[in-house]
């Protein structure tokens, strides 16, 4: 090694690369399921964002492709809530609906 160059750190030891939890990311992706996406192409790309969090974006030649990179995506995010102890973006889905009123 030259004087010159940096020593790289080792993936375990730099926090911001470090995997998470088994237990956690399996929870974070089964929330995830649950979630909700929006898609659009442009330019011959696919793009979505997860509509419970919108600041989490993915994309994809094809449309399972861009599924897949939003919901791994998602679930880091979502693995990071859990981890911090913070509690993640309930599904739309499961959200309670107010009670509609009959007509007449």
């Known amino acids: 090694m030259s004087t010159t160059e940096k020593p790289r750190k080792r993936p375990e030891t730099d926090p911001q690369r470090r995997p998470f939890a088994p237990k956690i990311l399996e929870r974070a992706r089964a929330i995830v ?3 909700q996406i929006t898609l659009w192409r442009e330019d011959g790309q696919w793009f979505g964002v997860g509509v419970e969090e919108p600041g989490t ?6 449309i ?3 599924m897949r990179d939003v919901r791994e995506a998602l679930a880091a995010t ?8 913070q ?18």
């Open 87 to 104: 509690i993640p973006a309930k599904p739309l889905i499961d959200q309670s609906r107010s009670r509609r009123r009959r007509a007449g």
């Open 78 to 85: 979502v693995a990071l809530r859990l981890e911090n102890g």
């Open 33 to 35: 399921a649950r979630y």
């Open 64 to 66: 399972a492709q861009c």
């Open 57 to 62: 974006y993915g994309d994809g030649r094809t």
